[in-house]
């Protein structure tokens, strides 16, 4: 599936630098894609797009579906006419995304930009407009009525609304269409700005020779249009509420487990439907991305079940899940799909199995690799046929230099003299980001991807996320003048040095 050896760069767009409160599909996203060109890259990997709710992460989305309108771009509203300049500023942006600062802009920002559009739109841009809601109506019409409903409720969640709304009968849906029709059109609205945006932005990346590494949750939030439209997907009771939650097993990240509660799939009623709902998911996901990374990807042969109402993840168990029924259909449908699974965590033969047997390329994670010459992680140990990918850490990662910097003195050793029988240069921890670039550089992986903070060489204050930590995390964006023509020279001389320099 990986034909050559490339390299690539992790960084989600709300990580852009800019004026306003939240990184942007705009001028910034565009500056970054040519830093990438002029750096020899081939790939940008980015989180889920989705829209984010309560702790903001993009792992729970209000949609499986839907994009985050936290990313439109401001200045394309100006530049259609549809939004003055004073009506996009904010009262601040700053070096960190402050997301309560972002709610109280955002949405205001966009109401008023929606009166310029309904007020001055051409005919040509309202037809692109019916022309998207049409096309997307399989998602889009619960998307938006879901959310108009939420804000009707000052955005409780969909299982404290009034009996009618939340179990969907048929009058109370119709009315409130009716009742919140303005305030539907507003979201499929914003949801063509988003697509329109982001469409745009990976045809650039295609013309700077960049390709473009998607994320897709395996689970959906229990707050998200995709539970309240398709409950019968899902293993609740009959209020709706979930019988388990997701979760995984005490591990790296965390002594207890982590309790993501996410509602668990009725896979017999998804086999019924022969997997429809999956196979449009995966079919939108490649749409916006040439490679999508599937999160858990383990807990498609096997999940762990954890009783609703549980306070941890520890006490739950391993269920059965049909992953190779799933992706025989996904291949007699869609092909050979290009594919990541994310096999990190408590893996079993049955999963790599699972993976090896339709071709899809793991994860390799050189910050767990320092423990011992068997490690699967050191590179040595990687598959012969390449078949992989080898990040220096991932967003759930502290940065390589916050990881050495609280690393045991046995890793650190066992790192050294890894490192110097790779002729890599390795004195201390300032050094740590560069040493396992070039070591991920250097490895047999057809790919490997560094975060934005390893290549700056940012210690923890730039971390993304704190596993189990329900707040505080997804709010780290660059400054203006980080991607120096420098970074991008060394990063060219040693993917050139190395082969993994992007064919012109």
């Known amino acids: 599936m990986l034909a050559e050896r490339a390299y690539g760069i992790l960084l989600h767009p709300t990580s852009f630098p800019g004026p306003y409160p939240i990184g942007n599909l705009g001028g910034e996203a565009r500056r970054f894609l040519g ?120 955005g409780a969640p969909w299982w404290e609304w009034p009996r009618p709304l939340r179990l969907r009968e048929e009058d109370a849906l119709a009315e409130a269409r009716e009742r919140l029709g303005e305030r539907v059109e507003f979201h499929c609205w914003t949801q063509w700005l988003f697509f329109g945006q982001w469409l745009e932005l990976l045809d650039e990346a295609h013309r700077r020779g960049q390709r473009v590494i998607g994320d897709m949750p395996i689970f959906v939030a229990y707050d998200s249009a995709d539970v309240w439209s398709r409950p019968e997907l899902f293993q609740l009771d009959d209020e709706r509420r979930p019988l388990f939650v997701a979760g995984v ?140 990918l080898v990040y220096t850490g991932t967003h759930d990662n502290d940065t390589t230099k916050g990881w050495c910097q609280t690393a045991s003195a046995s890793e650190l050793e066992f790192m050294r003299s890894y490192l110097r029988e790779q002729g890599i240069a390795f004195s201390g921890c300032e050094d740590a980001p560069w040493a396992l670039i070039e070591l991920a550089l250097k490895s047999r992986c057809r790919l490997a991807v560094f975060p934005l903070q390893d290549v700056l060489g940012l210690g923890s204050e730039a971390r993304m996320n704190y596993p189990s930590r329900p707040a505080g995390n997804w709010a780290w964006r660059y400054r203006e003048g980080d991607l120096s023509e420098g970074l991008a020279a060394r990063l060219r001389g040693l993917a050139e040095r190395y082969g993994r320099l992007r064919r012109e």
């Open 35 to 154: 830093w990438l060109e002029s750096a020899g890259s081939s790939w940008w990997q980015v989180l889920p797009l989705g829209p984010t709710g309560f702790g903001d992460s993009p792992y729970q989305s209000f949609s499986a579906f839907a994009g985050n309108p936290y990313l439109i771009d401001p200045e394309a509203l100006i530049a259609a006419g549809w939004l003055l300049r004073d009506e996009a500023r904010a009262e601040g942006g700053g070096e960190r995304v402050d997301y309560g600062l972002v709610y109280r802009w955002a949405w205001p920002m966009l109401e008023r930009a929606f009166a310029g559009f309904r007020a001055r739109a051409g005919e040509s841009q309202r037809r692109e407009l019916a022309g998207f809601a049409q096309a997307e109506s399989y998602w889009l019409d619960d998307y938006a009525l879901f959310m108009a409903i939420k804000e009707e409720h000052g």
């Open 249 to 388: 097993p005490p591990d790296y990240f965390s002594p207890t487990g982590q309790l993501w509660g996410n509602p668990l799939y009725d896979w017999d009623e998804l086999r019924r439907r022969d997997f429809d709902w999956w196979l449009a998911r995966i079919r939108h996901a490649l749409r916006l991305a040439d490679l999508v990374r599937i999160d858990h990807f383990r807990g498609l042969e096997a999940y762990w079940a954890v009783p609703a109402g549980a306070p941890t993840a520890e006490h739950g168990t391993w269920r059965k899940a049909p992953g190779d029924e799933l992706f025989e259909r996904v291949r007699r449908e869609l092909g050979a799909v290009p594919i990541i699974a994310e096999d990190l965590g408590l893996i079993t033969p049955e999963v790599e199995a699972l993976r090896d047997r339709f071709g899809l390329p793991g994860m390799k994670v050189l910050q767990f690799a320092f423990t011992g010459p068997d490690n699967p992680f050191l590179p040595h140990n990687y598959p012969q046929s390449g078949n992989c």
